[in-house]
């Protein structure tokens, strides 16, 4: 899912290759810890928790300023409307002043792995109605690992195109020449608070005690990294039976040919013989109706799980260099001499 | 529960009187003393016993350690000592008081928690518009049903425990707007926060009512004190360290860190700390500072933490693990060009 330069940097933010107005994000304090409430509380145990965002667009930047947690999808309120339920959370926080434009929306994942069917769909649903609408991926493990990990995603305009015309096969994929990178762009992010909240920012570290997990220097990871693993292995199953599909496909569309090829010269050498000895032709036959092409398997999934491998490959690497230099201190601690 | 009252004048009314000199005035219950208590004045108390001028201008005296038989009623029927606050409330607060309307000087909204056997845990909150002007005071209450019945939807654990409002003191009105509160929930938190910044701090308080006065005739409300405790779930400490970063920066902007840039700061942190201890070792070695044998206990710990091994078991422990991750990363980076060599091949 990172940008073609994130890859080559990965440590500086992605520089973005945005056409929209949209360049940085901006959140406040309060939707950081909103979100982490919301997913510490009810999400333990299902796959994700979601929510709106609101706030509005500023110059060049998207301004976060408020959030609201979406209930789950509940088995046993199947009456439960969410539009409604949208609708009157925004009518009452209207009404304290709290801006109430919808500018995207906010999913937990588990390892990373966001990039689906679903979540494409719902970004194309929003950024069709609102363009600078982002979708925020809050990653609580890694969160829990030392240091939050959120980050904001929206669709490339390319994206954009395929998905309004729903041409999926190849040869719609390949006219867009759209590679897996350029599905999603990342768009950097930066917090703000205002001086209340700083003010209370130090209010807090004077009353609460240190943090006595240091969570981030820990060097326990291989639990963390046989999941991520476990995840990868999954997905690239998925893409080679994917990739075994496609190529069937192409084998038998060769063979059609070969076939299609085959039937008219012997079409034409039959005609040939008949003209030759006089008779009329052979009435030329709809070929296609004969030969029908098998049909082209659907790219997009492809291209998703491409796209998932490629977020899972860049989870499990900066793991590796965060643990590898860890280790490197650990080994410093016991040579004290060097 | 001692409190010295010296020479401080109390509302006349007699309504509510709250942390005085910081301590915890734990109440009494009417029907066993203080009958004539309501349009009095507290005058001193002094020598353990309090002194009080009724409302037709007699002293009655009342010793203080009747006060004690009544604590334990007291422990059952307020929560407990202990109000535990999320951050997330807080910031919610300060985001409403800046988002005020016009003209308001203070807003109040629902607190929403859980409540325990010894303590109410403060986790969501949400603001209730409500006008307030001299002499009275309107809330909008069907709102205030709205949100937490849409709140309810999403966290069906949390319940109202009380409310909250910014500023300094407790007015008349905030006894009337908790009595609104004490029908949805009983026994309710009232929380002020001092946005306004008077005394140069934000103060926090959590307050819990009681009831005080005559039965039957003239009764008022008293404000008792709690204990704030903040608490926070292991990523909410972390997303509040965060926040915290953002104090340094002169535009009140920070951005997200990452990779191996999170961990260069997490070990400067603990240099820092290393070096704080370091220089609190040598003033005591140089005799500057008394030694203290806890924290000598604390610094053998912590030195017996870094594990004892030999040489060479540590390096082999050391290049396995440098092993497992060069390799992850080797296939990783394979399968990241395998994939981008079958886009290829596909468009071909």
Redesign the interface.
């Known amino acids: 899912m990172a940008t073609m330069a994130a890859r080559k940097e990965p440590v500086a933010p992605a520089p973005c290759s945005l056409d929209s107005q949209v360049k940085r994000i901006q959140i406040d304090g309060l939707v950081v810890l909103k979100i982490i409430k919301h997913y510490q509380e009810e999400g333990q145990g299902s796959e994700v928790v979601q929510g709106v965002l609101l706030g509005l667009v500023v110059d060049d930047r998207l301004e976060i300023t408020n959030c609201f947690p979406f209930p789950q999808h509940t088995e046993d309120d199947a009456d439960f409307d969410e539009v409604q339920y949208q609708m009157e959370m925004m009518r009452s926080l209207r009404h304290v002043n709290i801006d109430h434009l919808h500018v995207g929306w906010y999913q937990s994942t588990y390892y990373g792995s966001f990039v689906s069917r679903a979540l494409l769909d719902s970004q194309f649903s929003y950024q069709h109605a609102i363009e600078e609408s982002v979708v925020l991926i809050y990653d609580p493990l890694k969160t829990a690992q030392g240091s939050l990990c959120l980050k904001a995603y929206r669709l490339t305009p390319k994206l954009m195109e395929i998905c309004k015309e729903k041409d999926f096969s190849p040869e719609g994929l390949k006219k867009a020449n759209i590679g897996y990178e350029h599905m999603f762009e990342e768009v950097p992010i930066v917090i703000k608070n205002s001086h209340l909240m700083n003010v209370l920012m130090w209010e807090l570290e004077e009353k609460s005690t240190m943090a006595d997990k240091h969570e981030l220097l820990s060097l326990s990871s291989s639990n963390h990294l046989e999941k991520s693993l476990q995840l990868l292995m999954d997905r690239v199953d998925e893409m080679s039976q994917e990739i075994v599909k496609y190529n069937s496909y192409c084998r038998n569309l060769s063979k059609q040919q070969q076939q299609k090829h085959q039937y008219l010269q012997r079409r034409q050498q039959e005609n040939a013989q008949r003209q030759s000895r006089g008779e009329p032709p052979l009435p030329e036959e709809d070929i296609s109706k004969m030969f029908k092409p098998p049909p082209p398997p659907p790219r997009m999934d492809t291209l998703l799980i491409a796209g998932q491998i490629n977020n899972y490959c860049q989870n499990v690497k900066e793991f590796t260099s965060q643990n590898l230099g860890k280790l490197f201190m650990a080994q410093a601690l016991q040579h004290p001499s060097s | 529960v001692l409190c010295s009252l010296h020479g401080l004048p109390l509302p006349s009314s007699g309504y509510s009187f709250h942390d005085i000199a910081n301590v915890q005035i734990y109440m009494y219950t009417p029907r066993l003393y203080l009958q004539t208590m309501v349009q009095e004045q507290i005058l001193s108390w002094y020598y353990g016993v309090w002194t009080l001028r009724g409302s037709s201008g007699n002293i009655q005296i009342f010793s203080i350690h009747s006060f004690y038989s009544t604590f334990l009623l007291l422990k059952m029927a307020v929560h407990g000592p202990f109000v535990k606050i999320?951050?997330?409330v807080?910031?919610?607060i300060?985001?409403?008081?800046?988002?005020?309307?016009e003209g308001a000087s203070r807003v109040i909204g629902t607190l929403l928690g859980t409540i325990d056997k010894h303590s109410v845990e403060v986790?969501?909150c949400?603001?209730?518009?409500h006008n307030e002007s001299e002499d009275e005071v309107a809330v909008?209450m069907e709102?205030a049903k709205?949100?937490y019945e849409?709140h309810k939807?999403?966290?069906p654990?949390e319940v109202i425990i009380g409310w909250y409002a910014t500023g300094y003191d407790i007015t008349e009105h905030s006894v009337l707007i908790h009595e609104y509160y004490s029908r949805e929930a009983q026994n309710p938190i009232h929380l002020t926060v001092d946005?306004a910044?008077q005394s140069n701090?934000?103060n926090?308080r959590a307050y819990a009512s009681a009831q005080m006065g005559v039965p039957g005739k003239t009764v008022g409300v008293m404000f008792t004190p709690l204990t704030?405790k903040?608490v926070?779930?292991?990523?909410?400490?972390?997303?509040?360290?965060?926040?915290?970063r953002?104090?340094a920066s002169p535009?009140?902007?920070?951005?997200?860190?990452?990779?191996?840039?999170?961990?260069?700061s997490?070990?400067g942190r603990?240099q820092e700390m290393l070096n704080t201890v370091l220089s609190y070792i040598e003033d005591v070695l140089s005799g500057k500072v008394m030694a203290d044998n806890s924290v000598g206990r604390f610094l053998m710990d912590l030195v017996n933490k870094?594990p004892k091994?030999s040489?060479e078991d540590?390096e082999s422990m050391?290049n396995s693990?440098?092993n497992?991750?060069?390799m992850?990363?080797y296939?990783?980076?394979l399968?990241?060009a395998q994939?981008?060599l079958?886009?290829k091949l596909?468009?071909l």
């Open positions: 999320h951050p997330v807080l910031a919610s300060a985001d409403s008081y800046e988002r005020r309307n986790t969501n949400f603001s209730v518009p909008d709102f709205n949100m849409l939807k999403v966290s654990s946005t910044l701090r934000m926090i704030v903040y926070y779930y292991d990523t909410e400490r972390i997303g509040v360290d965060l926040l915290q953002t104090r535009t009140r902007t920070n951005g997200l860190t990452s990779d191996l840039a999170q961990v260069a997490a070990a603990i870094v091994i040489v540590f050391l693990n440098i497992d991750l060069l992850v990363t296939l990783a980076n399968t990241q994939i981008a079958n886009e596909v468009v």
